[in-house]
């Protein structure tokens, strides 16, 4: 009998338990890409900056994106996979300007503000930069919004 009773306790708080951990561990990775999306926009301003010469960043993909790093002599791509570990999260909706690639001149200075969602679960973030190239990294509120990659080609 006591048994039974145990297994009902530890049954109960299974119950309340896990979907707390889902939600929390898709927090964790939508929050986690956005970061990542922070940086990357952060450095690429900086690249521009440092070395004269336009950088972007490509969010066409509902898996991906794409870094353009360009020198004076040549430009090399790097994709980002968030599909997979540690992040797992998708694109939801990107809008910079009327497409769906942020650029920064060579001074650093954005083409234009916008943002980009990314979802894990029912977990939404947000990255949204201005004209001014101020970034934000917040969750994301309500609907989207803005169309999802692909949707502007």
């Given at each position: 009998?006591?048994?039974?009773?145990?297994?009902?306790?530890?049954?109960?708080?299974?119950?309340?338990?896990?979907?707390?951990?889902?939600?929390?561990?898709?927090?964790?990775?939508?929050?986690?890409?956005?970061?990542?999306?922070?940086?990357?926009?952060?450095?690429?301003?900086?690249?521009?900056?440092?070395?004269?010469?336009?950088?972007?960043?490509?969010?066409?993909?509902?898996?991906?994106?794409?870094?353009?790093?360009?020198?004076?002599?040549?430009?090399?791509?790097?994709?980002?996979?968030?599909?997979?570990?540690?992040?797992?999260?998708?694109?939801?909706?990107?809008?910079?300007?009327?497409?769906?690639?942020?650029?920064?001149d060579a001074g650093g200075a954005p083409d234009s503000a916008g943002a980009v969602v990314?979802?894990?679960?029912?977990?939404?973030?947000?990255?949204?930069?201005?004209?001014?190239?101020?970034?934000?990294?917040?969750?994301?509120?309500?609907?989207?919004?803005?169309?999802?990659?692909?949707?502007?080609?």
């Amino acid at each position: 009998m006591e048994a039974v009773l145990v297994m009902a306790m530890v049954g109960t708080i299974a119950a309340v338990a896990v979907p707390r951990y889902a939600t929390s561990v898709q927090r964790y990775r939508a929050e986690g890409a956005a970061r990542r999306i922070s940086a990357e926009m952060t450095d690429a301003a900086m690249r521009a900056r440092t070395l004269g010469v336009q950088q972007a960043l490509h969010f066409k993909r509902a898996d991906a994106y794409v870094v353009s790093l360009n020198t004076a002599h040549a430009t090399a791509l790097r994709t980002i996979d968030l599909s997979g570990e540690p992040y797992r999260v998708s694109v939801a909706a990107s809008r910079f300007g009327a497409d769906h690639v942020l650029i920064f001149d060579a001074g650093g200075a954005p083409d234009s503000a916008g943002a980009v969602v990314v979802q894990s679960g029912t977990e939404r973030w947000s990255v949204q930069i201005d004209a001014e190239g101020v970034i934000t990294t917040l969750p994301h509120q309500g609907a989207l919004g803005m169309p999802a990659p692909g949707a502007l080609d």
